[in-house]
């Protein structure tokens, strides 16, 4: 094959590279819709839960038994269920966890005993895992570079939902039977979100899912002088050549995927093929992940999870105590951090550009900026340095959750997105069961307790990434030496 012929074909592949930002536009845009009004659903639900379970006679130790069910549910099945996205791929495993989850939030409506509450918040508690796949299916569809920035928009449109549900559950509540017309409303907003889904070009979803991986050498190969394209062009046309014949059925069939980083090979079992297979499946990407060297991830997560619970676990009766707070006051504190939160969102692309996308130096960063904000809320001698350093707050852990998911699947590899993801959200479940008792325990030495142990926490996680991230810097560069003697 002629070398112009080749560089034809390159040029073609960087003009469709620079195209598919375009054409996938809408797919992105759908997701962001759809995280909105995930998240907009379950808060409209998540501040009258405890009242009801109250108005249906529970005790209070009863009431929390009740209400541990479902972050026990969560912290088993998030894996799961993000390792089972993974096998049978994202729009079946989505589209069954709206649908299961309309069926929970619908059971939620119907509820008039505390035995069917708690089978309600069975199906919610298993299958309540579509932000985490909307997550993955993102970083199917943009290239390694791009991810941070699309992660960032996602969560902000998340939080925005998360922000004006409680306004609309509160407003329906004020009329007989809220509760229960507030759940179905949430029902009905899963069950549009499943339409939506369902609706999205998953054709044009499954050809980009599968070029993903070519993005970055591709560009590269676009960016290069007229010498070494020729050289590349070269090398991609005798690549094509060898693999021609099936290069015109990956839009009807899920294509092998390359090896992820450390050997790991990640296939893709069709939806019709046995459970018995797809169990298998599941288990055997759960094991890979287990046993991988990714060990200081997760526990920096843990480990952050706990210490920012640990800062918001008293907050209200803090201010109340230590600075005669009313709880309007603490109520508009709260509200004005999650809108920067939310906000914040949008600057994670800004920010890991500034940072030349060394997201683990960013990291490392965000984990001192929050661990210095803890500090200063736990020793605030006045109001206005507590508004302060919520301020900062929700921006450094807005930042420090899109880098730590980042991180996670560039050493874990994006072809394992959904297993990733959901260990990441399975971590995140044992912090919520760990942190409470924590805070209570704090509690009884000072207010200024939980925050404080918070403080130590964070500490541990930033030694542990001042150790560790050295370690990850020498692995990236003997790997990009290596891929240089390949070329």
């Keep these: 094959m002629s070398s112009c012929h080749c560089g034809r074909?390159?040029?073609?592949?960087c003009s469709s590279f620079f195209q598919q930002p375009r054409r996938r536009t809408r797919i992105i845009q759908c997701i962001y819709v759809v995280g909105f009004m995930d998240l907009f659903g379950v808060s409209m639900i998540i501040p009258l839960l405890s009242h009801h379970v109250k108005a249906l006679g529970a005790s209070?130790?009863?009431?929390?038994?009740?209400?541990?069910?479902?972050?026990?549910?969560?912290?088993?099945?998030?894996?799961?269920?993000?390792?089972?996205?993974?096998?049978?791929?994202?729009?079946?495993?989505?589209?069954?966890?709206?649908?299961?989850?309309?069926?929970?939030?619908?059971?939620?409506?119907?509820?008039?005993?505390?035995?069917?509450?708690?089978?309600?918040?069975?199906?919610v508690g298993l299958f309540k895992h579509s932000l985490s796949i909307c997550r993955?299916?993102?970083?199917?569809?943009?290239?390694?570079?791009?991810?941070?920035?699309?992660?960032?928009?996602?969560?902000?449109?998340?939080?925005?939902?998360?922000?004006?549900?409680?306004?609309?559950?509160?407003?329906l509540t004020e009329h007989e039977g809220g509760f229960y017309t507030s759940s179905f409303t949430c029902a009905a907003i899963f069950l549009l979100n499943a339409g939506l889904v369902w609706m999205l070009p998953w054709s044009e979803t499954l050809v980009y899912r599968t070029d993903a991986n070519s993005n970055r050498s591709t560009a590269k190969a676009c960016n290069n002088d007229d010498n070494n394209i020729n050289n590349s062009a070269y090398h991609n046309c005798s690549h094509e050549n060898n693999h021609h014949p099936s290069a015109t059925t990956e839009t009807t069939a899920p294509r092998k995927r390359a090896p992820a980083a450390g050997g790991i090979s990640w296939g893709e079992v069709s939806l019709l093929q046995p459970a018995w297979r797809q169990l298998s499946s599941v288990v055997s990407k759960i094991h890979m992940?287990?046993?991988?060297?990714?060990?200081?991830?997760?526990?920096?997560?843990?480990l952050m999870a706990i210490a920012i619970m640990l800062y918001y676990s008293?907050?209200?009766?803090?201010?109340?105590?230590?600075?005669?707070l009313k709880p309007k006051v603490t109520g508009y504190l709260i509200s004005y951090s999650s809108t920067l939160g939310a906000l914040a969102g949008f600057l994670v692309g800004p920010v890991t550009q500034l940072y030349a996308d060394n997201m683990s130096g960013l990291l490392?960063?965000?984990?001192?900026?929050?661990?210095?904000l803890i500090f200063l809320y736990a020793a605030a001698p006045s109001f206005w340095q507590v508004l302060l350093s919520s301020t900062f707050f929700a921006i450094s852990t807005t930042i420090g959750r899109t880098c730590i998911t980042d991180l996670e699947l560039q050493r874990g590899g994006v072809q394992a997105s959904g297993t990733l993801i959901g260990a990441g959200q399975s971590v995140t479940a044992v912090g919520r069961v760990l942190a409470p008792l924590l805070s209570g325990l704090a509690q009884e030495f000072s207010p200024c307790g939980p925050p404080s142990l918070g403080v130590l926490l964070a500490l541990a996680a930033v030694g542990l990434l001042l150790i560790r991230i050295p370690k990850w810097d020498g692995r990236g560069k003997s790997k990009l030496a290596k891929l240089r003697n390949v070329e």
């Excluded at 490392?364 to 210095?372: A, G, K």
């Design 9 to 13: 074909m390159n040029n073609a592949k």
């Design 60 to 123: 209070p130790t009863v009431a929390g038994i009740v209400g541990s069910t479902y972050g026990v549910l969560q912290l088993f099945s998030s894996t799961i269920v993000g390792s089972w996205s993974d096998v049978v791929g994202r729009r079946y495993s989505l589209l069954t966890c709206l649908l299961l989850s309309t069926l929970g939030y619908g059971l939620l409506g119907m509820s008039t005993s505390i035995a069917f509450f708690v089978l309600a918040r069975i199906p």
């Design 136 to 171: 993955a299916l993102l970083s199917d569809l943009v290239s390694e570079k791009e991810r941070p920035l699309v992660m960032g928009h996602f969560n902000a449109a998340s939080s925005v939902g998360f922000i004006l549900g409680p306004v609309v559950g509160g407003y």
């Design 289 to 302: 992940v287990a046993s991988s060297d990714m060990w200081d991830l997760f526990l920096v997560r843990l």
């Design 314 to 324: 008293n907050f209200s009766l803090a201010m109340e105590e230590r600075f005669s």
């Design 364 to 372: 490392l960063h965000s984990t001192m900026l929050t661990c210095l």
